[in-house]
């Protein structure tokens, strides 16, 4: 379970933050589509998002992200992200893409590479197993369970 009011914080120590992993709620951001333009051999829709207010623009710690979504299946296959100030800051490519809720129509990339272009650092992420809709018990998420011994 990840803290949904720190989506701005690094996830881990990598280039990538919570936000990136979690996702960012589409309502409290303003969309505009740019153009279609193939990306990784995919048709995409290339979309720029800019947050609402200065409340979700500081709680993202993005001023601007930009998306190229896959129109076969719209999961977004690179997204570039600028800092506060307006300059480039990072670029995460998603790849591997898996149907992880066939009824939903929701795709996971199972690898995510993500650029820090200020600091030029690189974080690959892999994921070997991924399962949607599972119900898990609020138990395992207390600090009594995660503390105990195996």
Same mark, same amino acid.
């Given at each position: ?6 989506k ?31 990306? %990784? @051999?995919? =048709? ?5 998002? &800019?947050?609402?207010?200065? $409340? +979700?623009?500081?709680?993202? *710690? ?21 800092? %506060? @100030?307006? =300059? ?5 490519? &998603?790849?591997?893409?898996? $149907? +992880?809720?066939a009824?939903r *129509? ?13 600091t ?31």
């Amino acid at each position: 379970r990840l803290a949904s009011n720190n989506k701005k914080g690094s996830f881990f120590g990598t280039d990538l933050s919570y936000g990136d992993v979690v996702g960012h709620k589409p309502e409290v951001w303003e969309h505009r589509w740019v153009k279609t333009e193939s990306f %990784a @051999g995919q =048709a995409c829709d290339v979309i720029e998002s &800019s947050p609402r207010n200065a $409340l +979700v623009a500081e709680e993202s *710690g993005y001023s601007k992200r930009i998306s190229w979504v896959a129109k076969q299946n719209h999961a977004a296959l690179k997204v570039e992200l600028f800092d %506060a @100030g307006g =300059a480039p800051l990072k670029t995460v490519v &998603s790849s591997d893409l898996k $149907l +992880v809720d066939a009824a939903r *129509g929701k795709w996971q990339a199972m690898k995510l590479i993500a650029k820090n272009s200020q600091t030029g650092h690189t974080t690959s992420i892999v994921i070997d197993r991924f399962e949607a809709n599972i119900v898990v018990a609020e138990s395992v998420f207390s600090q009594l369970y995660l503390e105990r011994e195996e």
